[in-house]
């Protein structure tokens, strides 16, 4: 069974950056795919950005550019850069690891991100 933990997460101003962490454990912990995904309270879960089990990456249009995914194999951890944060980028983030039909199953309990103007 796949454990995932964010961090990361904090209050900064419009322009700043963050670096969130999500460390897997279980089998298969450092080659895992994960996505992070975000939500604001009474809105749906959206996605942000996606690392694939070899590396391919994905990123959400209101990212790109902003937004790098990457990986460390040698702790399991998936991290998830971001620069130029906007207000509009505040919300909860969690990562989630995807089943074989792609509907991500495994959460963490997520790391909030507030951008202030």
């Known amino acids: 069974q796949v454990q995932l933990e964010e961090s990361g997460g904090g209050l900064v101003q419009a322009g700043a950056s963050l670096k969130l962490s999500c460390k897997a454990s279980?089998?298969?912990?450092?080659?895992?795919?994960i996505g992070w995904l975000r939500q604001i309270p009474g809105k749906d879960r959206e996605f942000v950005a996606y690392?694939?089990?070899?590396?391919?990456?994905t990123y959400a249009d209101s990212v790109k550019g902003r937004a790098t995914i990457s990986r460390d194999v040698a702790t399991s951890t998936v991290f998830l850069q971001m620069e130029s944060l906007k207000p509009e980028d505040t919300a909860r983030y969690y990562c989630?690891?995807?089943?074989?039909?792609?509907?991500?199953?495994?959460w963490g309990q997520g790391t909030q991100v507030t951008v202030s103007p």
């Open positions: 989630a690891t995807p089943d074989s039909s792609g509907r991500y199953t495994s």
């Open positions: 279980g089998l298969g912990a450092s080659r895992l795919a």
């Open positions: 690392i694939a089990w070899n590396d391919d990456r």
